[in-house]
T-cell receptor
Framework: DGGITQSPKYLFRKEGQNVTLSCEQN?????MYWYRQDPGQGLRLIYY???????QKGDIAEGYSVSREKKESFPLTVTSAQKNPTAFYLC?????????????FGSGTRLTVV | AQKVTQAQTEISVVEKEDVTLDCVYE???????LFWYKQPPSGELVFLIR??????QNEISGRYSWNFQKSTSSFNFTITASQVVDSAVYFC?????????????FGEGTQLTVNP
């Protein structure tokens, strides 16, 4: 079955460490997105990519970095510059330019700073 | 610019009550799509429905129904005879050519709690 796989499901980070969250899709979607969700809050866009080797900052990109070397993969690195990284992170994908498609979401990664 | 507003941050009901979740949107485009997603406690967002701007017919799916009114720019979601399993965060979203590619604009979400 096609879908989006996020790993790990739970991740613990020590202060000052960088960590990378994985997002892989086998839906042949062009566009991929990373969202952050804090408890009781909505979704905030971190980064998105519409094509391989290209990506754009979302609303809260500071302290995060991404790469898009393959169509299937869009990993997110939470750097030590991100002062409050504890949150739930969701990856999504969609078909570029097809406005009626919506998003397919992964199951999320819950990151905790210890 | 596009905007989606879900004014109800939290709603709490008792099982078997009917509940309506409000969604109001803004867009300059005449062609657009509206979506509802459900986020259960497990975290993954699940697609519920999409509606295009040219189809104002109400939709019913079991206990779920959606009321789309262009005159008031609203796309409200009603759960009839709510159940505990309906407890989740519900997001309304909008997609149109106004945004880059196929990006969705999300509302802030409504946390629905159904008590036994």
């Amino acid at each position: 079955d096609g879908g989006i796989t996020q790993s790990p499901k739970y991740l613990f980070r020590k202060e000052g460490q960088n960590v990378t969250l994985s997002c892989e899709q086998n839906l042949n979607h062009d566009a991929m997105y990373w969202y952050r969700q804090d408890p009781g809050q909505g979704l905030r866009l971190i980064y998105y990519s519409q094509i391989v080797n290209d990506f754009q900052k979302g609303d809260i990109a500071e302290g995060y970095s991404v790469s898009r070397e393959k169509k299937e993969s869009f990993p997110l690195t939470v750097t030590s510059a991100q002062k409050n990284p504890t949150a739930f992170y969701l990856c999504a994908s969609s078909i570029l330019g097809i406005i009626n498609y919506g998003y397919t979401f992964g199951s999320g990664t819950r990151l905790t700073v210890v | 610019a596009q905007k989606v507003t879900q004014a109800q941050t939290e709603i709490s009901v008792v099982e078997k009550e009917d509940v309506t979740l409000d969604c109001v949107y803004e867009t300059r485009d005449t062609t657009y799509y509206l979506f509802w997603y459900k986020q259960p406690p497990s975290g993954e967002l699940v697609f519920l429905i999409r509606r295009n701007s040219f189809d104002e017919q109400n939709e019913i799916s079991g206990r779920y129904s959606w009321n789309f009114q262009k005159s008031t720019s609203s796309f409200n979601f009603t759960i009839t005879a709510s159940q505990v399993v309906d407890s989740a965060v519900y997001f309304c979203a909008l997609s149109s050519q106004e945004t880059s590619g196929s990006r969705l604009t999300f509302g802030e979400g409504t946390q629905l709690t159904v008590n036994p």
